[in-house]
């Protein structure tokens, strides 16, 4: 194992475990025996390795979920369900600085932000969702029409969970995806197969064991962790009731297509390409931090990111200058570094993903204001970069970049704006800056995005439901509207 630095005790001996598939509450190899590393993207090193589960794992997996769902996980009450997940809750909360470090360590994230915000976000997921479980309940309808005379009849609906459900999460936000996935899935009284992304898969796995030490059945949840075919079969596999995935719209549309053979459920949180819109008449020290930590937030690995920037010509050259300072101030290190603001990206193919596309910007006549480089170094850094003139038309203003790259542009008109900001195949998020409210409320109503924020940025809630409109995905995280996704509505009409 290479050098990993300074990390807690705990942290090294969890790293030098064996790290197996947890099917049916057992750890266990992969049936092929294989195992693939997981590195530091800091510096390159192997951390660890894991076991490579695929198609006959996955396999295993979901007929663990399945006798679970038909099983024990059936027989519990929902209040016990809910006694369950806030116990999990408490765990992830008295692991948290090893959580921390692992996703620092898995994704390169520096260790404060994902102590500050992954990790306590994860935690009251799992803790708002304990509370849905004894509030699923269904209505009593009227039933009006005279089939009989004289008859008369009673009509209700009960709300049932799907039944077995897979789930695919992306390398971001490791821990906080799988809570966001896991926790409504099993408060509807779903069970799961979970498939980690293979470039982080360390706190899915210690999260498996606070499952486990939670007290929660064996098959419930079941984590296999490997590459796409893992994930391409458990998306396609006809004992699976629904799936649920959060990455790319590109390999969404393939999650749609391998679903269609037994017309499971699908939900999807997809890409993006947010606009974030600076108003002449914004508090700018304010909007200017607020812009600058919508795009470089996560290293700009995050989906609902600031990436197009539309700035009021009054006010337009101020707030490049003022994002530019930011940018050009941000110590990027090692996420264990405390005094690290940006880590590297999460590989070699991310960084040479970026890249690709500040080069693209380049050649179409973008101007790079500041940033533009990858360091010279070991582990995957790229600089924060701001291009400006750009145009409607470019790859780097149409196409999601997914790192610390945002693209700049002038606006006069507020027609013309909301016209260029809604020109896009994405919606997932947007954000407003204004000292005024009716403006605010009138621009949002006509943004086509499932979110907008304003005068604020990336600011989420367990209770607050977040997804996309157009290819930026099907369905909500989060909220009241994420635990229906996990439940099928039945209706019951008896003669009296």
Known sequence: M?????????????????????????????????????????????ITQVAHGGAADIDRAVQAAREAF????????????????????????????????????????????????????????FRYMAGWTTKISGKTFPISVPYTPG????????????????????????????????????????????????????????????I???????????????????GARLAQHPDVDKVAFTGSTEVGRLI?????????????????????IIFDDADLDLAIPGAANAIFFNHGQCCA??????????????????????????????????????????????LDRVCSYIESGRKAGAKIVAGGERLAQSGYFVQPTIMTETTPDMQVVREEIFGPVVVAMRFHDAEDLLRIANDSE???????????????????SRLRAGTTWINCYNIFDAALPFGGYKQSGWGREMGEEAVNLYLETKSVCLLK
């Not at 990390?7 to 195992?35: C, D, E, M, Y």
């Not at 929660?216 to 984590?223: D, L």
Request: net charge neutral; aromatic share 6%; charged share 20%.
């Open 305 to 350: 990111a600031g990436s197009r920037l539309y700035i009021h010509d009054k006010v337009y050259d101020k707030v490049i200058d003022g994002i530019t300072k930011i940018a050009k101030s941000i110590q990027l290190g090692d996420g264990i570094d405390p005094k690290t603001q940006m880590g590297p990206l999460v590989s070699r193919e991310q």
């Open 151 to 210: 008859s008369e009849y009673f009509a209700y609906t009960t709300k049932e969970p799907v039944g077995v459900v897979g789930q695919i999460i992306p390398w971001n936000f490791p821990l906080l995806m799988a809570a966001w996935k896991l926790a409504p899935a099993l408060a509807a009284g779903c069970t799961v197969v979970l498939k980690p992304a293979e470039q982080t898969p360390l706190s899915a796995l210690r999260l498996g064991q606070l």
């Open 70 to 125: 038909e099983g024990p996980w059936s027989k519990i009450s929902a209040s016990e369900r809910g006694r369950l997940l806030w116990k999990l809750a408490e765990l992830i909360d008295r692991n948290a600085d090893e959580l921390a470090q692992l996703e620092s360590l898995d994704n390169g994230k520096p260790m404060t932000v994902s102590r500050a915000a992954d990790v306590p976000l994860a935690a009251d997921i």
């Open 256 to 276: 749609v297509a391998a679903a269609a053979g037994n017309l499971k459920k699908v939900t999807l949180e997809l890409g993006g390409k947010s606009p974030n």
């Open 2 to 46: 290479g050098s990993i630095g300074t990390v807690h005790s705990t942290v090294r001996s969890f790293l030098s475990q064996s790290h197996q598939l947890l099917i049916n509450g057992q750890w266990q190899p992969a049936a092929g025996g294989k195992t693939f590393d997981v590195e530091n993207p800091a510096n390159g090193d192997t």
């Open 426 to 444: 994405y919606g997932l998020a947007a954000g407003i800056w204004t000292r005024d409210l009716k403006k605010a409320h009138q621009v949002s």
């Open 212 to 230: 486990m030490e939670a007290g929660i059945p064996a098959g419930v949840v079941n984590i296999v962790t490997g590459y796409g075919d893992a």
